[in-house]
């Protein structure tokens, strides 16, 4: 069968256009995840095509109503899920007759729990219809003769003992119904018995399931270490998301007990915060965990002051922040289940913290609720005094109004210090560098009730100002773009440098481009080494000792699906334990613990390898029988061509293209298979091309 491709322009960037698809006969019903729309398509057998009849928009709509989340046709009758509206979500019934759609029904959540989700799958035999409510762990099964009159017959709750995303797909046929809960991996079928009722029959799960890997250590061998790609970093063990009690993992932080020395990973996941001893790291030891303070999140965060974990949360209802006395980890051999040893509700839902450890201050930012509206401090920061570690007080706020998307400074990461770079007005200020969505802010955050703004960078096409770190002389503030891969900025990977050494004057030094498929979620320095977690690409290790080309000298690939521009894989990592060991999440997968082995050299400085300008070497030696060496030179990353021609001009063979990194770069032409002569080869990349003679002699 072959067709041409179905599109419709008329939707939101980022609308996902066909995430969901019901056929019936000769009309389809394509929906989508986040465009509110629904079209319905008619085929054509004369012309083979599918075209457009009718597009279905909400009756009530909300941005984030993910109308078309969920779409089913049966009959003359189209079934539209709305999963997102009021956060509780609910579902359309619509009618063609006498040529046109009319909605004829809506039927909304039986329960009133927030971000529930219910509408987010249908299937519907007959006179029964069944409606997922997976984020409420839920499906509710509908009886209808008529398509006007429905009646909730039956709640089928999760037979899992956790949260796996229960109602998220489903299938019905008959008396067999087939739920799925995709977190899970497991799918659930259910029989109707003759009093119309639904019981639970057999369990199926995925032979694909994650499991934990300890015991032994795997060595990054031949660029694979088991099934990960990698360079110069070995898996020493790998524990996956169940056996932290957990479904889908975020970020991370890092706890060295001052008294036992024992290294701890803060593992945030959906359902709270796992702690996993990491000191012996071929076999970690996962210890328990905090639950969230409310309910389940997608976004979690944790930092460290004092022997003390402060975690946050956004969109979970008003979370706040969490305090957590980590020396009650001590003496503890077995998964236990904490309790948080405070909590602080000046703030509800929270997107980020950093914690100036020279000064015991937090702040907190992304600030979407709060005791009151002043509290909120603009969606910027939250300053909170941690000078009593277990109980935080409120400090003063923090907006840099005309940055940020609604231009209020709202704030979706930061890093605080106590400054010592090269600006001397500023030295011991406490000085903020905030990733503001579409800016980069600067400000003297000393007088916390007396802000100060420095300055600010918006001067470029930014797709989104996520997070940043310094360097350690504090000269470069390195800064991920999120959604300038996914919004079509970039073809690849890129990550932004601002030289920050005038702190009234910021500028853009350079953006790195990594040539790969994928996006740049967190990142750290430590010394003149940066650490990216790049989605989908997993953890990449960058020398940046020349910070005006950045090498990428080790890395290990989380996310074995293969590189793409979406949110999977590796979304943080935590470099600062004193013994090397690195550890990272990932975001389906679970925590990887690892290290950087003898093969990476992590001593390159500025005088090393980075050439200042285009280069093509004479290859060497030359005249040659059978072998020789060609070296060529790339002041910064491109894509380049090196081509080999005979006399003629006739090309012969390539010996080198594709994206490289800056750097000096070698390759060996082996000419055992080509006739005694004179041969050419060329290098070409942006703004250089060069030409060189070579002879073979046989």
Not at 373 to 380: A, P
Not at 679 to 691: K, N, P, S, W
Request: proline share 3%.
């Amino acid at each position: 069968i072959d067709g041409d491709p179905i599109y419709y322009g008329s939707i939101n960037e980022d609308g996902f256009f066909g995430h969901t698809i019901s056929v019936n006969k000769h009309r389809a019903l394509i929906g989508s995840r986040d465009g509110n729309v629904a079209v319905e398509y008619q085929y054509n057998e004369n012309t083979h095509s599918w075209n457009e009849q009718h597009v279905f928009q909400p009756y009530n709509y909300q941005s984030k109503g993910r109308f078309g989340y969920a779409v089913k046709l049966t009959g003359d009758y189209a079934v539209i899920g709305s999963p997102g509206y009021d956060q509780i979500g609910y579902i359309e019934i619509h009618k063609f007759s006498d040529g046109k759609w009319e909605k004829v029904k809506t039927i909304t959540n039986p329960g009133d729990e927030k971000e529930s989700y219910f509408g987010a799958s249908i299937a519907i035999d007959g006179k029964t219809i069944a409606v997922g409510n997976y984020n409420g762990e839920k499906s509710f099964i509908f009886y209808t003769d008529d398509f006007q009159t429905f009646t909730l017959k039956q709640t089928l709750e999760s037979p899992w003992n956790g949260t796996g995303k229960f109602g998220r797909a489903m299938d019905l046929e008959g008396n067999q119904l087939l739920i799925g809960a995709t977190y899970s991996q497991l799918a659930f079928s259910f029989i109707k018995d003759g009093m119309g009722l639904w019981n639970q029959g057999s369990s199926m799960s995925s032979a694909k399931r994650v499991k934990s890997i300890t015991g032994q250590k795997i060595s990054c061998e031949g660029g694979y270490a088991g099934k990960y790609s990698c360079k110069g970093m070995d898996l020493y063990a790998f524990i996956a998301h169940d056996d932290m009690d957990g479904t889908e993992l975020n970020d991370i932080w890092g706890w060295t007990d001052p008294q036992t020395g024992k290294e701890i990973a803060l593992v945030g996941l959906r359902e709270g915060t796992a702690f996993v001893d990491v000191t012996d790291p071929e076999n970690p030891l996962v210890l328990g965990q905090l639950p969230t303070h409310t309910r389940n999140s997608t976004w979690r965060d944790i930092k460290v002051y004092k022997n003390h974990a402060y975690i946050v949360s956004d969109n979970a209802n008003s979370h706040g922040v969490q305090v957590f006395d980590l020396t009650n980890l001590r003496g503890v051999t077995e998964f236990t289940t904490f309790n948080e040893t405070n909590h602080y509700d000046k703030v509800g839902d929270v997107h980020n913290i950093h914690i100036n450890e020279a000064t015991g201050f937090a702040y907190a930012v992304g600030i979407g609720s709060a005791a009151n509206s002043e509290l909120r401090c603009g969606g910027g920061s939250h300053i909170i005094d941690l000078n009593d570690p277990a109980n935080p007080t409120f400090a003063g706020c923090f907006a840099h109004e005309g940055t940020g998307r609604s231009g209020t400074g709202y704030t979706h990461d930061i890093q605080v210090v106590v400054y010592n770079g090269p600006d001397e007005q500023y030295k011991g200020r406490e000085i903020a560098f905030s990733s503001n969505e579409t800016a980069l802010s600067i400000a003297d955050l000393t007088d916390k009730l007396n802000p100060k703004i420095i300055s600010k960078y918006d001067g470029s096409n930014f797709g989104y100002v996520h997070q940043g770190w310094l360097t350690e002389d504090q000269k470069y503030f390195i800064v991920n773009d999120e959604l300038n891969e996914s919004r079509g900025y970039d073809d690849n990977q890129t990550t932004i440098i601002f030289d920050v050494s005038k702190l009234d004057n910021p500028k853009l030094l350079t953006i790195y481009n990594s040539g790969l498929n994928t996006i740049d979620h967190n990142n750290y320095t430590r010394g003149n080494i940066l650490f990216q977690s790049n989605y989908t690409a997993g953890l990449r290790i960058l020398s940046i000792a020349n910070i005006k080309n950045p090498i990428e000298i080790s890395f290990f690939d989380t996310y074995p699906s293969g590189d793409r521009v979406a949110f999977n894989g590796s979304w943080s990592n935590y470099p600062y334990f004193e013994s090397g060991t690195i550890v990272v999440t990932s975001i389906e997968e679970g925590l990887y613990i690892l290290k950087i082995n003898e093969e990476v050299d992590l001593a390159i400085d500025d005088n090393k390898t980075l050439p200042d300008n285009f280069d093509l070497k004479q290859n060497y030696p030359n005249p040659f029988n059978p072998i020789t060496q060609i070296q060529y030179e790339l002041p910064k990353a491109g894509v380049i061509s090196l081509t080999l021609y005979n006399m003629l001009g006739i090309e012969v063979m390539q010996l080198d293209n594709g994206f490289k990194p800056a750097g000096i770069h070698r390759i060996s032409l082996n000419g055992s298979h080509l006739s005694s002569g004179i041969y050419f080869y060329q290098l070409r990349t942006e703004g250089y091309v060069r030409t060189r003679k070579m002879s073979l002699i046989k």
